[in-house]
C-alpha cells in the first residue's frame, strides 16, 4: 500500500454528455466495495477544461485522480480534451481513461497517440457498467500509486 490517505474519496472526473452513460457509471462504482468515490461530471470539453483549472462555477472543485474521458462531445471534443491534458504540465500527471462507444481503430491510435492511460469501450449492460467500474478500482485505485500534487 502507498501513503495516499484513504479516509479521502477517490476523485473521479467523468466528461461526457450523455447523462444515460454517466448514471451507469456512477452506480456500478457504487458496487465497488469498501470504496469512497465522488464523481464528478463534465458535459463537454469547455466545462472538463474550467473544471481542471477550476474556473467559474468549478472554483472550489478537487483535482481528479483520474478522468474518464469520452470522446464525442459537443464544443471540445475528447481528443482535443485530451491533447490540452496532456500538454499541461499540472494536469498531464492525471491517469485519462478514454470511456467511449467508438471502437474505431483509428479513434484508438488518435488516443493513445494524444497519451490516453486507457481505452475502453462504454458499455449499456448494467453488469459489464460494474466490471469495468470494478476494474478501474482494482488497478488505478489499488495497483497502481497515483501522483498527489
Known amino acids: 500500500m502507498h501513503s495516499r490517505n ?4 477517490h476523485v473521479i472526473l467523468m466528461i461526457d454528455d450523455n447523462p444515460t452513460d454517466v448514471l451507469l457509471m456512477k452506480e456500478a462504482f457504487s458496487f465497488c466495495e469498501g470504496k469512497n468515490y465522488e ?3 463534465a458535459e463537454d470539453g469547455v466545462y472538463a477544461m474550467d473544471f481542471l483549472k477550476r474556473q467559474g462555477q468549478y472554483h472550489t472543485v478537487p483535482r481528479p485522480d483520474i478522468i ?3 470522446l464525442n462531445m459537443p464544443r471540445k471534443n475528447g481528443l482535443e480534451v485530451l491533447t490540452a491534458v496532456k500538454a499541461d504540465p499540472e494536469f498531464k ?3 485519462t481513461i478514454v470511456y467511449t462507444s467508438s471502437v474505431v481503430n483509428e479513434d484508438v491510435k488518435a488516443a493513445y497517440n494524444s497519451f490516453a492511460n486507457g481505452y475502453i469501450k462504454k458499455s449499456v449492460d448494467f453488469d459489464e457498467c460494474i466490471k469495468i467500474a470494478k476494474s478501474i ?4 485505485f489499488s495497483v ?4 498527489e500534487p
Open 93 to 95: 500527471c492525471i491517469p
Open 144 to 147: 497502481s500509486i497515483l501522483y
Open 6 to 9: 484513504n479516509t479521502r474519496p
Open 68 to 70: 474518464l474521458l469520452d
Open 137 to 140: 478500482n482494482d488497478f488505478w
Open 39 to 41: 464523481i464528478h461530471v
